[in-house]
């Protein structure tokens, strides 16, 4: 059964109102977080590039890319979790896991599907909540994975607004 049914949620995959670019986080991580993603997507066999400013590299390790100083070209990893759907994971801060998603390829049940599985899978592996927020407005998640109920979830109401 899908975590989230299409019709009941498809308002927050409006690009007028989220933004095209949904920020998505995991608050209050680590290093070894980070690393824990990067073996998950490693072991998951998700296609994944791994780039700071335009070279590609191959994925290093998370204590070495939040090492970095601060004046390096900027380190992005992309990941795809099927075909048709990106994930954009930021390096920013070691205590706080951010990427974000493309709303043009998440429409429809199928897609959202996708997107649920891929923030349970992180979720699990963390054991930690996985946030997606309009853009710019990371304060104010729409839904998420919820640990205690292990399964993605409204966290605001679609009617609102």
Request: aromatic share 10%.
């Amino acid at each position: 059964m899908a975590d989230l049914l299409w019709d009941d949620v498809k308002r927050f995959f409006d690009i007028d109102l989220m933004g095209s670019l949904p920020d998505v986080h995991v608050p209050n991580a680590s290093v070894e977080d980070w690393q824990e993603v990067l073996d998950l997507v490693a072991e998951k066999g998700w296609k994944c590039q791994y780039s700071e400013g335009e070279t590609v590299l191959p994925v290093p390790r998370a204590e070495y890319v939040l090492s970095r100083p601060a004046h390096t070209e900027y380190p992005e990893l992309r990941v795809w979790p099927t075909a048709d759907v990106l994930a954009i994971f930021r390096f920013c801060a070691d205590d706080e896991i951010d990427f974000d998603v493309d709303l043009w390829e998440l429409q429809g049940q199928d897609r959202l599907d996708v997107l649920c599985g891929f923030l349970r899978e992180i979720g699990r592996r963390l054991r930690k909540p996985v946030l997606l927020a309009p853009e710019g407005a990371e304060r104010h998640p729409v839904l998420g994975f919820d640990v205690e109920a292990d399964r993605v979830v409204l966290l605001a109401d679609p009617l609102d607004g």
